[in-house]
């Protein structure tokens, strides 16, 4: 897996932004996957930027949600979809039919995620995804010991995951599910940009990098795939 290491968090950014806009300019219809959560946040204003710039036109792009905390919506500040909307999604003037997300508020999980395979089905593959990586190595909701056959699934969410997820949501929140594309999905993607920020960090990373892959620590995984790559920034890449 290649290694890019940025001085820091805005070069970071605008470095995993600049492999997405490679990706759209190559393929103006690509199907693009982003990670929620506050990562990718430096992502989405420089793609933004780099939109009302007319370096890259957004308007065939195909956008897909990577997760959601299952139970909360478009309302709920700090869901996966709020987040993605407020920052990005809602900046580019998308229509809706270039945007798939999960609905966590669904009555029926099982069908919600048969329907964003079917999106998948219809789109794909992933043309690029942005992973971020979570502080017990997991991608997407995909949590330690994940299953590689996974599509779209419902996880039941590890304590390390709910404990992280307070950061979020100005309010408690009790998440113990999420709903996510699964590793299958995640490792068949062209490009898998697998992004981490802050020495918070740096431990996760280090193991990322040095631990062979395992679905103990599902980050590792993304080392399997030639087409993957690692960008942090220097305070993420401390104990590398
Ligand atoms: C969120 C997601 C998660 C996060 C990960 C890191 O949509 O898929 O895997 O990417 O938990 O979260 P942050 O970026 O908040 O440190």
């Known amino acids: 897996m290649k290694t890019l290491i940025s001085p820091d968090y805005p070069q970071l950014c605008q470095a995993v932004a600049q492999n997405v806009i490679h990706c759209v300019n190559a393929k103006p219809d690509a199907l693009i996957c982003i990670a929620g959560g506050d990562t990718p946040l430096g992502v989405f204003a420089a793609l933004v930027d780099a939109q009302n710039q007319g370096q890259v036109d957004f308007s065939r792009t195909q956008f897909l949600g990577l997760d959601e905390w299952l139970g909360l919506g478009q309302s709920d500040k ?6 993605v909307w ?5 900046k580019l003037t998308l229509r809706e039919e270039q945007i798939c997300f999960f609905d966590g508020l669904t009555a029926n999980p099982q069908a919600e995620c048969q329907r964003v395979d079917g999106y998948i089905e219809q789109h794909g593959p992933i043309d690029c995804i942005v992973l971020g990586i979570g502080m017990n190595g997991h991608i997407g909701f995909n949590e330690p010991g994940a299953s590689l056959d996974n599509t779209c699934h ?3 969410l590890d304590e ?3 404990a992280v997820s307070v950061k979020y949501f100005d309010t408690p929140r009790e998440v113990k599910q999420g709903i996510s594309l699964g590793l299958k999905t995640i490792l068949a993607a062209k490009n898998i940009v697998l992004m981490a920020s802050g020495e918070k960090k740096a431990a996760i990373v280090a193991q990322t990098v ?10 590792t995984l993304v080392k399997t795939v030639p087409q993957a790559s690692l960008y942090v920034d220097n305070a993420a890449a401390r104990a590398l």
Request: proline share 7%; net charge negative.
């Open 154 to 156: 419902v996880i039941d």
């Open 160 to 162: 390390v995951t709910q």
């Open 86 to 90: 407020h920052h990005f999604f809602d």
């Open 210 to 219: 040095n631990h062979p892959a395992s679905r103990d620590i599902p980050s």
């Open 78 to 83: 700090g869901s996966c979809r709020e987040m």
